[in-house]
């Protein structure tokens, strides 16, 4: 297993997934929390953290699988972020047998139809490489880190997508594998007991996602009054009791 991994904790297995633009340093205030119950395990993923690069084409959800089987957990509670919870619910869809309990904050969905907006505000970011602190300022510019930007936990937030960013200049050209159907065709096929997070002061392309889920599975749905995308680092303990909660029902 090449994937950089780290466990804390004893109990049933918990297991971490990442933002986009961001390394298991995502968890830093969630997962001593969790580590107090269960066997917490947070992972970069591929050319993340310190994860190698990629080499030929990344598939993120048999990157999860090779690494529940190199720990030998065969049943675990995933918890995804961002991109971690697009690459949460594909696995789910993929392996339900794996998962116990999925739980996501503010996913992204493979298939899901975003906003021209969206898709102008990534374009925007990257067309102002290589200047990375241009990139940095473009990026967080967004309304769903203005709660972020004015906490103390902005440093770390921007000390990761540096990060990011620097890495990215040094990957090969691959391509992003993701089963098919997409799952935003198939979220009627989701089994997994699943719980959904997601701040109020978010992009509304995913407070859509959120709407999606709602219509489409059987998730239950809640909203962390005051939270941005980083709820993650802003919101530790409300995601905590949450998670928790949900875990032990």
Known sequence: MDLYYEVNGNGRPV?????????LRDWTF?????????????????GA???PNPVGDVNCVEDLKGLLDHLNIHKATLIGHSLGGQIATDFSLEYP???SELVLIAP?????NYSSEFAKYMNKVSAAAP??????KVSQSALSYRVVQASPHKELTEQMLRHHIKRTFNWPAFDMIWPNPPAAERLDELTVKTLFMIGTEELP???RVADYFRKQSDARIVEISGADHMVTLTHPEDL??????????
């Not at 905590?240 to 949900?246: D, E, K, N, P, W």
Request: glycine share 10%.
């Open 15 to 23: 297991v971490l997934l990442h933002s986009g633009g961001a390394d």
């Open 30 to 46: 969630v997962a001593p929390l969790l580590a107090k119950h269960y066997k917490v395990v947070a992972f970069d993923g591929r």
């Open 49 to 51: 953290g310190k994860s």
């Open 97 to 99: 047998e794996y998962v």
């Open 108 to 112: 992204a969905l493979t298939g899901f």
């Open 131 to 136: 200047d990375i602190d241009k990139m940095i």
């Open 205 to 207: 392309d995913n407070l």
């Open 240 to 249: 905590y009791r949450q998670i928790t909660g949900f875990m032990k029902e």
